[in-house]
Structure formats: structure tokens, C-alpha cells
């Protein structure tokens, strides 16, 4: 297995080089460097100002290795991401990495909850409604399901801000404090939009699974010896559609390091979500590569991750 | 009782036993003079010679203070000293040259800060010198601070020199570079026109009359700044970087930063107008003379009273409109813009809805010192100077089919005063009754002109179809595209063919750069209260062809440019008045712009907010304000009462649509 996690970390080097020369593409020669100047600096910049600013921000040096092989921004580009020496902020020239380390708490403060509730409310609901499959109870599960999924997260994050913040005044609008004592008052409006928003795929999915796996012959061998549907389900079922859950929920957990976008730019979460808001927004291009090839290395870890998943948890797979 | 077993279910049933409640703050800020107030974006720097957006001023403004400021309530606008004992007077040398003199108050002092070491009165501050502002001037023409106003600066002697022979000397001597800021300045000698005649006095002189110059003293930029302050905040071993840690002499001092979420600012103890209230020094009481009106609107009220009225000010992110809007709305912020999808409910008929004003808010609308144009390119040989007489008449065909008014109606809430020329309301050289005769819609007279330029109908002679033009604009999005369309739909009844020409920013800006373009949609905002702030932008020496300069326009005129720098240089009299009204007559006959709106500000806040008047610049003023909070804690309280009774109504339906379900399915299964 060893051999095989090397071999994939291996072809996902190749991918995150790949990543990084699409981005200095984009990023040094689509945006060019007086470009990234004048959105740092302002309108009102005058020429002289914007060549300073090209200066002191190092990108006032020959773009390619042909220009200049030993001080060129190719290399140094590579070089920095390499070696996670991210550098500064175009936008502010705060540090890049001091930004990550402030921003990833608040970021995990919501993706961690977000992602375990909405496994678990994703599992017991589909469970429910595969308990009850072609009942009514089902059906309008999957009425819901597909109503829910068809509804676009800007919307749930609106109407919960009106109805449940505004209207019903349970929960504030908006905001965040790192203090955990008052944290969970602000995270409970975003932690139900993302989970609400989230679990109708979800209890679709693993709906879809359960009711494959209640189909096979350990289910009714286990109700021919007189296991409860309750047991059945909680204990053969559950345990036997691990899989196809584990490759939907693995794949997932790098990612909340990178935060949620939407959810954080609206719900005032100082996160790394809002940092790559920011960063689109504010045209802070050095700090979007580094958001881009983070994701990009999350992704590829992912992968791994879930492929190893997959031996852990059903020893008829090898990894070779 | 019942209502407090109801609210603990609820919380228990949602097992959130802390959150049942949307009050954001927390309850030992329920009866503090706290001013709850919102930014959008994270500051970029908090180095006073670099921060330049309204964001970071809304600190620097409050931490730094400066020489001189605006009267608050008076207008026009008019300077009066702050830590300057008075506003100087312009000397002319003899060499011509001018001098002004600013005379430091003594004993100002800096905020407590690590910075300064402990000093021998067992303080961590220090006296506030002359010396400080000549190194904040330094700073602004140090070319590795990145300021964005050096420009302005170029006019003091030496000013520009000095930039050029530190970023020389850096460049050739390594161990000179390594040196504290302070340091390398004080190796390369004096500053011709920066001269600190004693501990308490500095003598600028300009190479030339300049008086708007003064008006950067009333700006942050300028503001003495300690050189500990920043040698000590290096960024290195933990601490912040100076950009990031202000130490100023201002009426608030920074207590939390943290620039993606909240910003808090308290009372400055060592504020020289908290230290030494008997000093009574302008700037540091609530003023008790005004414009007109101000008297009826209650603002003299607080005449008097002793500045800053409020003990702390909270800055919270909150980047989405709509969010924001709903928590002014609950009493969480104390002040609001108007965002347009509520526009209808809280204004009528130009005057705040009824609903609104039975919760106690108040609205006030000022015009900013702005103006938004269209402009064309006078270097174009179709639009521009090269055309003549018959690129003029199409110009001013086209300026007479802009609907201004019903533009600013379709698209801003009506929101907008229409310009009749570059200079807004409430500046000198504004005229009431200038009516601009090429800014109203004559379409009789347009087409006319445009068969006098040769294009009857529209019709381009050597082509014998709809003359071509190109609208150029960073717009993309369909709702800003829309705004644009509006003006080329104007232009086709006249039979003219605009294309509609949307780029990205950077595209946008490499045509202007290259020149690659007709027609544009621009604005600017001032920087400080003078015709001078406008009508430089369309002095030909700024042109945007030779210079890079924000003469967008390209537009040159012999004669423009010679009032203009005669305007530059005089005082506010007669003479500088009928300047400007001759500068603005060449562009009304020129028309390198089509003037569209002076734009403006509608300002809502709750009526538990006292001493507001807009001030239109981005000025925080926020030291004038007062706070009932007795009357704010009340009315939140009752705004925000949760409701309880839905939780039991939608897990009653739950039940109810399940029971059946699961009931039939038990049966069906024995």
C-alpha cells in the first residue's frame, strides 16, 4: 500500500506543478504586474508611484528564465509555493501565511461542525426514509430532498438571515467572536444553513445506498433469523454501505480547512473563505494563487486519502 | 415563568443553550457609549502616509490627529486648528517662494505606547514636536512608504530631491540602507523646504503659491508621527508592523485590530483636549456656531460639551448589504446608508417613510463633493480637438440627449443632484444659477448640430451609415451594463451607432493607456474642498497621453490652462471666482465631458444618535457624536424579543405529517 500512496503522491506533485504554471500564466501575464499595481494602489496612482510599488513588491524583475535565469519571477514563483514562503499580501502586505494561521480557526470552527452534523443528519435522515421507503414518508423525504437541492445556498443564507435572524430573532444575523463561550451564538445561523442546505444530496445518496444494500442477502438472512428492521438497519446496513458514504465524506475533509465562501462572506466569519472572497474582490492576487494552490494540494490529498479510506474499512480492497 | 420555560425549550430543543438571542454584543456593553458602525472592506494600511480609503481612514482620521481640521458644522468648509495653535498664513519670500509657519501647541502628547520606552514620569508617551511632522513629510517622499499623495508634496522645496537621493543612496550603500528610517533621513541633511525652527514650530515653503497645500494638514497624511513608533514596529520577533499598530496623538486610540472582523477604538487619555479641557482649544468642544439651520436641527444643542462624546467605537465587518441593513434595522448599528432593495420603504417621497419615523430614525441627505461624467477622448480624430468644430458640435449634440434626471431615477433611487458643471455644491466657485446650456435635453437643437458637424441624421458622409462610435467601460456585469445602455439608446435617436465596449479593469485601463479609445464614464471624489480638486483634471499637463495623469480626457486648452494655474494661486475672492466661472464657460463650449451627477450621500440613523450632520468628505467626525443609551438599550430590547411559538408549531407539524406514516406502515407490516 505504501508503494501505491507514493505512486498517487507522486502523479499529484505533477498536478499541483501543473496547477502552479497555470497560475503564474494567469497570474503574471494575464494580470501583469503594473496591472496588479494600480489595483493595489488606486486610481489615483500616478506612474512614478506604481513603479515604486512594482519595487518594493519585487515585480519589477524579467518574468521568464530566458529573461533572466538567476532573478526572474518563474523561478521564484515556484521556489515560494514549493516552500510554502507564500510572501505578502498584494492588497496590504500582511504576511500570507500569518493570514492563513488567523484565518483557518474561525474556518474550522465552522466546517468541522458543519461537516460532521451534516454526516450524521445526512445518515439518520436517510436512514429514516429508507426505513420507510415507499411510504409516503419517503416519498415526501425525496420530494424534500430534490426540492432542497433545487434551491441555490444564497437563497437559504437570505431567508434564514430574515426569518430565523430577523423575524423569529433567535440567533444573530451576523458575526463572529473567537471567545468559545459566545462562538456557538454565532455559528448557529450558518452551521443550520450549511446543514440544511447541504443534506438533501446527501440523504439522497446514501438513500440510494441504503436501499441497494437492504436488497442483498446478508439483509435477509439477518430478518430470517429474526433481526428487528431497527437492528437491521442500524447494524448490517449501515456498516455495509460504509463505502460508497466514506468515498462522498473523505474526499470532503480537506476542503474545510479552506473554509466556505459563501457561508463566511455573508455570516461575517473572518475565515479563509472570506480570504479568498477578499482576495477576488480586492484583486490581492498573491494571496488567490496561494488559495489556489493550497485547494489544489487539499484536492490531491483528498484523493489519496480517500483511496486509502477504502482498505481501511473493507479488506477486500488492495492497494497495489 | 411560563415564558422562561418556553425559552429554555426552545434552546434545548435546538441544543443551543447559549444562542437564543440575536443580540451580537455582549451584556456589560448594554449601558456603555459604545458606537456600533460597520466596514466593508479590511483596511489596507493604517500608516497615515499611505492609508487612503474610507475604511482606513475611519481609523487613521480617529487616531491621528493633525495640524489643522474642518469646522464641523460650518459651510463651506472652513479650517481651524487642531494641534496647530492657528492656521498659518502664506509669506512670500523674496525669492518668491512661499513660506507657511504651524506652531505646535506645547505639551501634546502621544498615546501610551510600548514604542516610547518608559519615560521618567514613569509614561510610555512622549511630547508631540515639530520634528515629528518634518518626519512624516519625510516619510511621504520616501519612495519605499509607497505614499499615494507625493504628488501634492512636490511643491515643497527639496521635497522631490530628497526622495530621489534616499532611494540613491539606498541603491548604492548597503550598510546606509540597513539604518532605521529616521536615521538614513537624518544622514542626508536638511529638507530645503521643511524647516523646524524650533521644538515647537515648522516652517514649510513651496516652490511656488500653493495654498490648497493646507488642506493636506487637515488630513491624516500629514500627522505627526513618532519615529519610535516606527523603528519599534518592524513586524520582527512578534511585533506588528507599523502599517498595522497606529500610535497617534488623536482623540481615540486603537485597542483591537483585527481587520477581517472587528476594529475597536477607545477614548485617548492623553488627547490634549481630555488632558487639558481648560485649554478650550477648537476641535475639542462641541461648536456653538453653525451654518444656517443648524440651530433648528438641534444641532447646537450640545454647544459646547466637551469632545469625544463617545467612549468607544466598534467597527464590525459586515461586507453584505442586506445583513447590514437588517441589523441597523434591530437597533445593532446606530448608522446606515440606504441600500436600494429597501430604498421605497424607508424613503417617501423624499422625506423618511412613516414607518421609519415611528421608530425614531432620522434621515439626512448631503451632496458630496464629487461629479460622475461621461468623457471623450480629445486626442480621437472622431470625437477629439483634431475634428474641430465639427467633433465640437457632435459633442454637444450628444451631451444635449443625456437625461440626467430620469437616469438618476431609473438607476440611484433619484438619488444624485445633476451636474452642470465639475464643481458640487457647497465648493467655491459653485453658482446656484449656472444652468449649463448644453445639460438639458433638446433634441431639436442636437439634431440639429449634428447636421451642422456633417452627420444629418447620424449619418456618417463616408460611409453612409450611422456614424461609429465606441463606448468604453470596466462595467461587465448585465445591472452595470444596463446604467451604460441607458446613455447609447439616448445617442441612437439621434441615429448615432455607440458600440458598447466592456473590458475587465486591466484592459480597460491598458486602452486608456495606449489611447484606444472614444467615450468613457468616470468620477472623482475630492480630496479636499477646492474648485482647484476638479478642475485639475482637466489641465493638459496631467493629461493622460503625456503624463499618465487623471486627465482621462486628454483635453488641452491654451487658454483653460492658463486660468487654471492663475486659479490655482489666488485666494478665495472675486477675482478666483470669475476664473473659475470662465473655465467652466470653455468647457461648457468644449465639452470634453458630458457632467452627469454630483452624487448623494442619504444617511439614516437611529434617533438615539445625536450631532450628526454629513460631512460628505471621508472625514471621521465621529467625536462630535453623542449617545442616549438608556433609550437605545430600551428599544432594542423590545425590537428583538424572540419569537418562540413557531418551534412548536413546525415540530407539532412534523409530528403530525409522520404519525400517520409511520402508523400505516406498522400496520401494513403485522
Known sequence: MLAYVIRRLFYGAGVVLGVLLLLFLLFFTVATPDDVARQALGEKALPDVIE???????????????????????????????????????????????????????????????????????????????????????????????????????????????????????????????????????????????????????????RTVFLEETGRDYVRTARAKGAGEGRVMARHVLRNALIPILTRVVVAIPFLFTGSLLLEAFFGIPGLGALTVDAIQGNDFSTLRTMVFIGALLFVLGQVATDVSYALVDPRVRLE | ???????????????????????????????????????????????????????????????Y???????????????????????????????????????????????????????????????????????????????AVNSPVIEPFRVLAGFAEFGEALAARRKDDAEFAALPAHEQYAALGPVDGLRVVDRHTLEIVLREPSPQILYWFAMPFTTPVAWEAVQYYDGKEGRPRFADHPVGSGPYRLVHYNKQARMSLEVNPNWHGVRHPEWKAPG??????????????????????????????EFLREKESIPRFNKFLQGYFDTSGIIKESFDKVVVEDRLSPEMAARGMKLE??????????????????????????????????????????????????????????????????????????????????????????YADGIDPETGKPLHLTFDTYQTSPDQLLVIRFFVDAWRRLGLNVELAPTN???????????????????????????????????????????????????SNARFDELYKAMKVRPNDAERRAMVAEMRSILEHERPWIELHHSEDYALYHGWLDGVKPFGMSFPMVKYRGLDVAERAARREAWNEPLVWPVWVLLVGLVAAAVPGVVTFYRERQ
Open chain 1, 52 to 206: 515604486q510599488w512594482k519595487v518594493n513588491h519585487g515585480y519589477d524583475r524579467p518574468l521568464w528564465p530566458w529573461q533572466d535565469f538567476d532573478d526572474n519571477l518563474f523561478f521564484d514563483h515556484y521556489r515560494r509555493m514549493l516552500t510554502f514562503d507564500f510572501g505578502r499580501s498584494d492588497a496590504d502586505d500582511t504576511p500570507i501565511m500569518d493570514r492563513i494561521r488567523d484565518g483557518v480557526g474561525p474556518s474550522l470552527a465552522l466546517t468541522v461542525p458543519m461537516f460532521v452534523l451534516g454526516v450524521v443528519a445526512g445518515i439518520v435522515l436517510s436512514l429514516f426514509v429508507a426505513f420507510f421507503r415507499e411510504t409516503y414518508i419517503d416519498r415526501m423525504g425525496v420530494f424534500l430532498c430534490v426540492l432542497g437541492m433545487s434551491i441555490s445556498i444564497l437563497l437559504y443564507i437570505i431567508g434564514a438571515q430574515y426569518l430565523i435572524g430577523k423575524t423569529l430573532r433567535w440567533f444573530p444575523i451576523s458575526g463572529f467572536d473567537a471567545d468559545p463561550s459566545v462562538m456557538l451564538r454565532f455559528l448557529a445561523l450558518p452551521l443550520l444553513v450549511g446543514v440544511v442546505s447541504g443534506v438533501g444530496g446527501d440523504v439522497r445518496f446514501y
Open chain 2, 65 to 143: 490627529d493633525t495640524l489643522l481640521e474642518y469646522h464641523y458644522l460650518k459651510r463651506p468648509y472652513t479650517l481651524i486648528p487642531s494641534l496647530a495653535v492657528a492656521v498659518p498664513e502664506g509669506r512670500v519670500l523674496e525669492d518668491g517662494r512661499v513660506a507657511y509657519r504651524f506652531e505646535l501647541r506645547r505639551g501634546l502628547l502621544y498615546q501610551d505606547d510600548p514604542a516610547f520606552g518608559l519615560g521618567e514620569d514613569g509614561r510610555l508617551t512622549r511630547e508631540i514636536v515639530a520634528e515629528d511632522v518634518a518626519f512624516q513629510l519625510k516619510r511621504i517622499a520616501d519612495p
Open chain 2, 505 to 555: 479593469y486591466n484592459q480597460f485601463q491598458e486602452k486608456v493607456r495606449n489611447g484606444a479609445y472614444q467615450i468613457y464614464m468616470w468620477g472623482w471624489i475630492a480630496d479636499f474642498p477646492d474648485p482647484e480638486n476638479f478642475l485639475f483634471l482637466l489641465w493638459s499637463e496631467l493629461a493622460r497621453s503625456n503624463s499618465g495623469g487623471p486627465n482621462t480626457s486628454n483635453f
Open chain 2, 284 to 313: 475639542t468642544l462641541f461648536p456653538s456656531e453653525g451654518a444656517p439651520g443648524d440651530a433648528e436641527k438641534g444641532l447646537l444643542d450640545a454647544a459646547g460639551e466637551p469632545l469625544p462624546r463617545i467612549q468607544r467605537i
Open chain 2, 1 to 63: 415563568m411560563i415564558r422562561v420555560l418556553l425559552r429554555a425549550a426552545l434552546c434545548a430543543g435546538l441544543a443551543l443553550p447559549i444562542a437564543c438571542s440575536n443580540n451580537p454584543y455582549p451584556d456589560s456593553d448594554r449601558d456603555a457609549a459604545v458606537l456600533y458602525t460597520t466596514f466593508r472592506e479590511a483596511p489596507r494600511t493604517l500608516d497615515p502616509a499611505v492609508a487612503y480609503t474610507t475604511s482606513s481612514h475611519a481609523v487613521t482620521g480617529n487616531v
Open chain 2, 365 to 454: 441627505k448631503s451632496v458630496e463633493p464629487s461629479v460622475f461624467y461621461i468623457g471623450f477622448n480629445m486626442d480621437d480624430p472622431t470625437v477629439g480637438a483634431e475634428g474641430g468644430e465639427r467633433s465640437r458640435k457632435l459633442r454637444q449634440a450628444m451631451s444635449l440627449t443625456v437625461d440626467v434626471e430620469e437616469w438618476l431615477r431609473r438607476f440611484t433611487n433619484g438619488r444624485g443632484v445633476p451636474a452642470q458643471s465639475p464643481i458640487p455644491p457647497g465648493l467655491f466657485g459653485y453658482d446656484p444659477d449656472y444652468l449649463n446650456p448644453f445639460r438639458k435635453v433638446d433634441m431639436e437643437r442636437a439634431r440639429a448640430l449634428l447636421k451642422e458637424a456633417g
